[in-house]
């Protein structure tokens, strides 16, 4: 399979834990993104890397996350603190130069 | 700022009828791309067009074809002979110059179900 893919696909976890998700973008592709879905909404971004540097984040993306890609391919997110808000599905995407942008899985994160 | 409008919010139809997705959208930009996905239950954006803005021709692709009118800003999806396999919500999304703001805005979505 060449397409992007994500760790754990679903993940239940309680209000205070911390979290990390993984993303392997497709191997040619230099940049990687991060957006979170809500039910019932699209997905809204939160952050993006090329190579290893992240040039952008969301307003969304408050002090408890944290997203890093440090050799340039695999990318992790990790959210400290879990709270019920949280609740929501990571998508990762990746594309080359900014052209299309592919899509994982996403993972689901439940917080009880 | 950009923006995305799906005024549907979900739509019904009968196996075989065809269908038409809306999608507005609005950018100060005069280069920007525009993007249909869908997403199936299982939850991955599934990618289907990408088209620019200096490219106003219609595309179709088997039983999908795309309606881009810089005029009206919008950039319609239709599928024609619709199978219950494209039951999904189907996401219009806009992005600008992604070497300026690579970004994309993702609109509501619109749910479409196909009845057997």
């Known amino acids: 399979d060449t397409g992007v893919s994500q760790d754990p696909r679903h993940k239940i976890t309680k209000r205070g834990q911390n979290v990390t998700f993984r993303c392997d973008p497709i191997?040619?592709?230099?940049?990687l993104y991060w957006y979170r879905q809500t039910l019932g909404q699209g997905p809204e971004f939160l952050t993006y890397f090329q190579n290893e540097a992240q040039l952008e984040k969301s307003r969304l993306l408050s002090d408890r996350f944290s997203a890093e890609r440090p050799k340039g391919s695999f990318s992790t997110l990790e959210i400290q603190r879990t709270e019920q808000g949280d609740s929501a599905m990571y998508l990762c995407?990746?594309?080359?130069?900014?052209?299309?942008?592919?899509f994982g899985e996403g993972s689901w994160l439940t917080v009880v | 700022a950009q923006k995305v409008t799906q005024a549907q919010t979900e739509i019904s139809v009968v196996e075989k009828e065809d269908v038409t997705l809306d999608c507005v959208y609005e950018t100060r930009d005069t280069t920007y791309y525009l993007f249909w996905y869908k997403q199936p239950p299982s939850g991955e954006l599934v990618f289907l067009i990408r088209r620019n803005s200096f490219d106003e021709q219609n595309e179709i692709s088997g039983r999908y074809s795309w309606n881009f009118q810089k005029s009206t800003s919008s950039f319609n999806f239709t599928i024609t002979a619709s199978q219950v396999v494209d039951s999904a919500v189907y996401f219009c999304a806009l992005s600008v110059d992604p070497n300026r703001d690579d970004k994309i805005i993702f609109g509501k979505g619109t749910r479409l179900h196909i009845l057997p």
């Open positions: 995407a990746s594309s080359f130069d900014g052209n299309t942008i592919y």
């Open positions: 191997s040619e592709h230099n940049r």
